[in-house]
């Protein structure tokens, strides 16, 4: 909340932290009201070292991060998810966004990845590097981004809230965490 992280977005607490098991990768990190942060040096043995560059944008939403999905092939690369309506914020409205930081210019470039998803809250994200295919959570089940735009992501999973898709790089299994309706598995291509 200090003023080196800018005025925007208001600040608030971190939401999502992820980073790819590797040496010397980057730490992503969220806020509750829309802030992304990357650490290039996460692993620093001082902590108080540890320096974090926010690359987040007016054009985002201001709204709660719910995932980041980090492309194993290049940690640079993710793809974020935001929960909440467009309606909230009509000015900025999106819910999924590929985003590549650049770390020589410290800049990142965003991608929109919302059209044919519809305005609804998007609550968990997993990217399989494999296949290439990018998964998001729902209020009415897990979607998958295609040449055909967003489509189920298979036959058999309720059309329920899922809250959390956690997906095994090296299987590619992905497992859809549902709301009262138990745990799913899809297994990959």
Do not use: M
Request: glycine share 12%; net charge positive.
């Amino acid at each position: 909340t200090g003023p080196t992280c800018g005025r925007g977005k208001s600040g608030s607490y971190v939401v999502a932290i992820s980073r790819i098991r590797a040496k010397d990768t980057p730490l992503w990190v969220a806020t509750r009201i829309g802030r992304l942060f990357i650490s290039n040096n996460a692993t620093a043995p001082d902590a108080a070292a540890v320096t974090y560059r926010r690359i987040d944008t007016p054009a985002q939403p201001a709204r709660f991060i719910s995932g980041i999905a980090i492309d194993i092939n290049n940690p640079f690369h993710a793809f974020v998810s935001f929960s909440g309506y467009d309606a909230y914020t009509p000015k900025t409205p999106g819910h999924v966004f590929e985003v590549t930081y650049d770390p020589k210019a410290g800049t990142a470039k965003w991608k929109d990845l919302s059209a044919g998803l519809g305005d609804q809250p998007v609550t968990g994200i997993a990217y399989d590097a494999g296949s290439r295919q990018l998964f998001v959570a729902t209020d009415f089940g897990v979607l998958v981004h295609g040449s055909a735009g967003w489509l189920s992501a298979a036959r058999g999973l309720p059309p329920v809230a899922v809250y959390q898709l956690v997906l095994d790089q090296g299987s590619h299994l992905l497992y859809a965490a549902t709301h009262g309706r138990g745990i799913y598995r899809l297994e990959g291509e």
